[in-house]
C-alpha cells in the first residue's frame, strides 16, 4: 500500500518561506497527478496547487506568485515552495497523489493522502 508522508511545517512570519514536501512510498506503479489542498477550521478543503506527471501546474488565485508547486518523479515527490506568507494562509497542507499500484498481479487506482502538515503565518 503506498503511504504519503509529509514534512516541512510549522510557524513563519508574515513575509516569511515555507518548502513543504510530501513523498510517495510504497508498491507504485506510477502516480498522475499530485498536489496540495489547505483546510481552515470550520471550512472545506480547498485545493492549492496540483501538478501533471508533466509538470502542467494549476494554482488557486490567492497563491499565483507566491507558491510554486514542483515534483521529482524519480523519488515520488512532490514539493510546495511558499513565499510571501500571509496570515491567511495559515491551514493545514494536505498533499494527495493519484496512483497506480501494483496488487499482487493486478494495477489499481487509488487517490492516497498525506497526514497533513500546520502552517502558521503569524508575528
Known amino acids: 500500500q503506498v503511504q504519503l508522508v509529509e514534512s516541512g511545517g510549522g510557524l513563519v512570519q508574515p513575509g516569511g518561506s515555507l518548502r513543504l514536501s510530501c513523498a510517495a512510498s510504497?508498491?507504485?506503479?506510477?502516480?498522475?497527478?499530485m498536489g496540495w489542498y489547505r483546510q481552515l477550521p470550520g471550512k472545506e478543503r480547498e485545493l492549492v496547487a496540483s501538478?501533471?506527471?508533466?509538470?502542467?501546474?494549476n494554482y488557486t488565485d490567492s497563491v499565483k506568485g507566491r507558491f510554486t508547486i514542483s515534483r521529482d518523479n524519480a523519488k515520488n515527490t512532490v514539493y510546495l515552495q511558499m513565499n510571501d506568507l500571509k496570515p491567511e494562509d495559515t491551514a493545514v497542507f494536505y498533499c494527495?497523489?493519484?496512483?497506480?499500484?501494483?496488487?499482487?498481479?493486478?494495477?489499481?487506482?487509488?487517490?492516497?493522502w498525506g497526514q497533513g502538515s500546520l502552517v502558521t503565518v503569524s508575528s
Open positions: 494527495y497523489a493519484e496512483t497506480w499500484q501494483i496488487l499482487g498481479v493486478k494495477i489499481e487506482y487509488f487517490e492516497v
Open positions: 501538478i501533471t506527471s508533466r509538470n502542467v501546474t
Open positions: 510504497g508498491s507504485i506503479f506510477s502516480i498522475n497527478d
